[in-house]
């Protein structure tokens, strides 16, 4: 088959595909942008999508992040643009791109316009299944649903491109189990092969990607899903795998490389793996994850349906999806041609203050909001784990009801806290980035992310936990006036600048207070951890002196009027010995 003809060939005589949309609402609308081909009946929903060149030197973010105390690094990969080989380049992962205009409907949206038309039951999904999603409440499937599912079921790869909240996990999980269903499984088998896996790039994610696949196999009897995330102990895991026998498997790819080095019998199981998909496979892809990712790759079968699903897929990571997928994969994009890549029924706004402001300003902008709405939810978004700590600390000292999760709280701490905010209201979450991708926390009212978040695309997933399934929400970038500089990356996108409020005498001594009542230790650690995300920042780790410089504006908004010395070691590691202004014990 040419490549990219797919649908077009399909409707015409692919028996899966005719069977699974055979409503004329649903016949997608595809375009073969490389031969300019339209079809007719589609050219309203469809815009032609216009595939970036590989511009110049392309590079990839490496994020290697830790938090507090230890450095935090930056470093770009650059693929350059000649080592892409102009004919490859041509025949791999043909874009279609879908719009988003058939929709209409309510659905717990303000319009529903991430559903589509088409409804599940038109589609060729098993009755078992079926009944599965109409327990779950789903009637309509969701735009990016309607576009993956059948190439999915053609067994074609596919990277996808929808925004935040559009039941992504739906889309790869139910064709996914579709296929799995029609293998052979044997009921009581103790260790039976792992058919899919999935990865995540953090733990609460993959629990709720866990929790959607139980809700799809609840008919599905002889299938089992499970989850290795880490925060425990292996051998926990291991007897857990062991007990509850699973053909799915759920994992973040740091817990998976453990088992695969020490768990007996655990690679021969991954020699099943039938379908990979990479859950925010950007991020798996990006130099974090990177290595553990091409290990686990290396140790499934090459002959696999691969699927990598996210709401930002920079053309960086088209470059390298390879690594994962066939060469015709196909690049499904369901955010419009010209369309934000946020969901317009969100409002985004920004301020630029002063950091010694900072704490002020977030007591007056969630006074306010928590005023305004009874039913408020807000997730604030910090830079670092201790960071989070830090004003999670402050935050609570001023009577707001504040709960905290980050990389340093225990998984049992994490779990607990994630489930109460998913199921409450009148809270406010202070979150490092494990809350940034993926998870659903519905009717999220109010995002605000203090301080540059890492990149472009972490600001649009973090902006995502809110505005979920055509909802409305609000998001607000908290910047000190050096940091405005980020406001270039994100220009695109329609974010407005908002007064920085003026606060009254009183309210700064409350505030002044709260913070003094504040441990040294968790000052200590936050400058700490404050520093080692600034160094590793490209732009404003450059110059070393006016860093310090600035991590000491930082100190003096805890109201610390000497910066907190460092340990000599952790300077060496980031690279700021001897740097002036700094301190070290
Ligand atoms: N067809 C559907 N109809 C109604 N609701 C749906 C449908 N499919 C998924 N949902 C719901 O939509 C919500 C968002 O889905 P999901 O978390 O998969 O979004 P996502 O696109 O993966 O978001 P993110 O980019 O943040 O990871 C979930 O609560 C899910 O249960």
């Not at 690679?267 to 994850?289: I, P, Q, Y």
Request: glycine fraction near 8%; aromatic fraction near 4%.
């Amino acid at each position: 088959m040419a490549s990219g003809d797919l649908l077009l060939r399909a409707h015409a005589g692919a028996p899966v595909l005719a069977r699974a949309f055979p409503s004329p609402a649903s016949l997608l609308v595809l375009t073969r942008r490389r031969r300019g081909l339209v079809s007719p009946l589609t050219a309203a929903k469809v815009g032609v999508a216009g595939r970036a060149r590989p511009g110049g030197a392309a590079a990839v973010q490496k994020r290697r992040r830790r938090d507090a105390g230890e450095s935090l690094s930056f470093s770009r990969v650059v693929t350059r643009r000649d080592a892409v080989d102009e004919d490859e380049e041509d025949v791999e992962g043909e874009t279609l791109q879908l719009g988003a205009g058939t929709s209409g409907g309510e659905a717990g949206g303000v319009d529903g316009s991430y559903l589509s038309d088409t409804r599940f039951d038109q589609c060729a999904i098993s009755p078992l299944s079926l009944k599965a999603v109409k327990d779950a409440g789903y009637e309509r499937m969701t735009e990016v649903q309607e576009a993956t599912l059948p190439i999915i079921l053609h067994g074609k790869d596919v990277l996808a491109k929808a925004k935040t909240g559009t039941g992504k996990t739906v889309a790869f999980l139910l064709p996914a189990i579709e296929v799995l269903s029609t293998l052979p499984h044997q009921r009581n088998q103790l260790r039976p092969p792992i058919n899919l896996l999935v990865m995540c790039p953090t733990r609460e994610l993959a629990n709720q990607v866990a929790v959607e696949a139980k809700k799809l196999l609840k008919y599905h009897r002889s299938l089992g899903v499970q989850v290795v995330i880490g925060g425990t102990r292996l051998t926990q895991e291991q007897r857990s795998m062991q007990a509850n026998p699973c053909q799915i498997l759920v994992a973040t790819p740091g817990r998976l490389k453990d088992h695969l080095e020490n768990t007996p019998g655990f690679s021969t199981r991954l020699k099943g793996v039938k379908v990979l998909v990479l859950d925010e496979a950007d991020r798996l892809l990006d130099m974090g994850f990177r290595r553990d990712i091409e290990k686990i790759i290396a140790s499934i079968p090459r002959e696999r349906q691969t699927l990598l699903f996210s709401a930002t897929v920079p053309e960086e990571v088209r470059q390298i999806s390879h690594v994962a997928m066939k060469k015709d994969y196909r690049f499904i994009n369901t955010v419009k041609e010209g369309d934000e890549e946020t969901h317009s029924q969100v409002s985004q706004t920004y301020m630029v203050a002063p950091l010694d402001l900072h704490f002020s300003i977030l007591h007056d902008v969630l006074k306010k909001h928590v005023a305004e709405d009874a039913d408020y939810k807000v997730i604030i978004f910090c830079t670092t784990a201790m960071v989070t700590k830090l004003v999670a600390e402050v935050l609570s000292q001023l009577k707001l009801n504040i709960r905290e999760i980050h990389s340093r709280k225990s998984q049992s701490a994490r779990t607990k806290v994630s489930d109460e905010f998913r199921k409450s209201k009148g809270l406010i979450l202070v979150s490092s980035d494990v809350s940034a991708r993926g998870v659903d926390y519905p009717d999220v009212t109010l995002v605000i992310q203090v301080g540059i978040p890492a990149d472009r695309e972490q600001y649009i997933h973090r902006l995502g936990r809110t505005g979920r399934r055509g909802k409305e929400g609000q998001g607000l970038l908290l910047l000190a006036p050096w940091e405005k500089y980020f406001l270039g990356t994100v220009k695109d996108l329609s974010i407005s600048e908002a007064a920085v409020p003026s606060v009254d005498s009183s309210v700064e001594t409350e505030v002044k207070n709260a913070v003094r009542k504040v441990e040294m230790k968790s000052k200590e650690c936050a400058y700490q951890a404050w520093l080692g995300y600034y160094n590793s920042n490209k732009t404003i780790g450059r110059d070393k002196s006016r860093l310090a410089h600035l991590a000491e504006e930082f100190s003096q908004s805890m109201g610390l009027a000497v910066p907190p010395a460092i340990p000599r070691n952790i300077l060496r590691k980031m690279g700021l010995n001897n740097v002036p202004g700094l301190r070290s014990s």
